[in-house]
């Protein structure tokens, strides 16, 4: 357990952190490490009912605060008071230990690794993320980003991350050019340039897929059912 990241947000300057954990228990990612994008003065369950998760989430309009008033019927489905809430917990008992990132991609040592199990990597600098090996070809990864609703966004992260268009931002005129992760209704929406998520439908890890990984990596763009 480490601490990738402890400083401004590049959303609005407010003060966040970046633990990466691994063992993963989600059977469907797999086991990858995994990235806890939080603020670093908040419990995250008290961040997202006053709205402090912009963040590190962002205009998302599945935030706790905002998915009614954007006409969806559930919010998000991160349940910070579990996991986030217990990284969040040992990091302030002083648990974890910084590393730099040289040496962090140095342990990744070919291992998958998920940004953002909770919160957006569109929430940290493009040169954070590239300094650790993200996109560099040494390993896979998962990466969405709600974050181009953001007018300070800088397109260069979808290098690596998704466009994540969920049903109220896939209506928005201005969604930017790179592959996309979106939410559909059903199956019958899929579009040409479109596959459903290989879990879904073949039952392939996150860990082994890899498709998820921004316009870096060719292949077609991936669509998910929403869950009811």
């Known amino acids: ?9 590049a959303s609005d300057n407010k003060p966040i952190v970046v633990i990466a954990t691994k063992n993963s228990k989600n059977d469907k990612t797999g086991d990858m490490w995994q990235t806890w994008i939080m603020r670093s003065d908040i419990e995250p369950h008290l961040a997202i009912k006053t709205g402090e998760d912009f963040s590190v989430c962002g205009n998302c309009p ?4 905002q998915y009614k008033a954007n006409g969806l019927s559930k919010p998000c489905y991160v349940r910070t008071f579990h996991a986030p809430l217990s990284v969040f917990r040992a990091y302030k008992r002083g648990s974890y230990k910084t590393i730099t990132a040289g040496s962090f991609r140095k342990l990744l040592n070919g291992n998958s690794i998920r940004l953002g199990s909770y919160g957006d990597p569109g929430s940290l600098p493009y040169e954070f993320w590239k300094a650790i090996g993200i996109g560099s070809g040494e390993f896979k990864h998962t990466a969405y980003t709600h974050a181009w609703l953001l007018p300070n966004f800088d397109p260069r992260l979808l290098e690596f991350c998704m466009v994540s268009i969920d049903p109220v931002s896939q209506t928005s005129t201005h969604i930017p050019a790179g592959r996309w992760f979106r939410v559909v209704n059903d199956t019958s929406e899929l579009q040409t340039n479109e596959i459903i998520c290989p879990e879904t439908t073949i039952g392939i890890q996150c860990a082994d897929c890899g498709l998820c990984a921004g316009s870096n990596h060719k292949a077609k763009n991936i669509a998910i059912v929403i869950h009811r």
């Open 62 to 65: 599945l935030r706790p605060s």
């Open 1 to 9: 357990m480490f601490i990738l990241y402890d400083g401004p947000s």
